[in-house]
């Protein structure tokens, strides 16, 4: 949905696919780029990392799993059960891990894990900032997204009255205490470093300026369909 000059408009199917391929695109390629760079992923990719860390299985198979789990907890979060997009957020998790592994493999390639690390911290942050941009665009838009994604955006109008940085936090510390597991589990960690932590405290706020300044005329639609219903004032 769109607004302008004070009235609301649905998208059309060609202005879905347009903002749909390029918020994929963007979330993939800065979670690529975090990655390349070494000096934390995103929470939830931490977390898969460091049970493919204690598991000695391949972090595919759990950004896999995660996709799944998350997009049944969807379900019961939202109070709802819509098939299109249930199986919809799952493809999209998919074609998210590959695309991301594609940009990854890319960025290794031009060098960016042997840059010098005064060059890669802002480059991470540079890369999260990119995701949670991304993220803002395909929230609003409401066609279909990653299920973590979708989490936060139940979260944010279902239960926390609009704000993104508590339902983001909210939606993250549950992967945080998967990689705590892990470390008492193993007595390690990996993929948890300065952009974890910028990620966990800031990517909300990057989704609640992006809305605002990045295509600010979209709005949130079709959320009475993928939300829990709201209680009546």
Request: aromatic letters at 14%; proline letters at 3%; a positive charge.
């Amino acid at each position: 949905m769109f607004e302008e000059n004070g009235r609301y408009f649905e998208l059309s199917l060609r202005q879905i696919a347009f903002y749909f391929i390029l918020s994929l695109t963007m979330d993939a390629l800065g979670n690529g780029l975090s990655i390349a760079t070494n000096l934390g992923s995103a929470p939830w990719t931490a977390s898969a990392a460091n049970v493919a860390h204690v598991t000695g299985l391949p972090i595919a198979l759990f950004l896999a799993i995660t996709t799944v789990l998350v997009a049944t907890a969807n379900v019961f979060f939202a109070k709802k059960f819509i098939w299109k997009r249930y199986f919809g957020n799952i493809a999209f998790g998919l074609a998210f891990s590959f695309m991301a592994g594609l940009f990854n493999s890319w960025f290794l390639a031009l060098g960016v894990g042997t840059w010098p690390v005064w060059l890669k911290i802002p480059t991470d942050l540079l890369a999260l900032s990119i995701i949670g941009a991304g993220i803002s665009i395909y929230q609003r838009v409401n066609f279909i997204m990653h299920p973590i994604d979708d989490l936060t955006n139940i979260l944010r109008f279902s239960y926390f009255k609009g704000s993104a940085p508590k339902a983001q936090i909210s939606n993250f510390i549950v992967a945080i205490l998967i990689s705590i597991t892990c470390l008492l589990l193993s007595g390690s960690v990996v993929a948890l470093n300065i952009g974890t932590a910028f990620a966990f405290f800031c990517q909300g706020f990057i989704i609640a300026w992006s809305d605002q300044h990045i295509f600010g005329h979209l709005v949130h639609g079709n959320m009475a369909a993928t939300h829990k219903d709201l209680p009546k004032q």
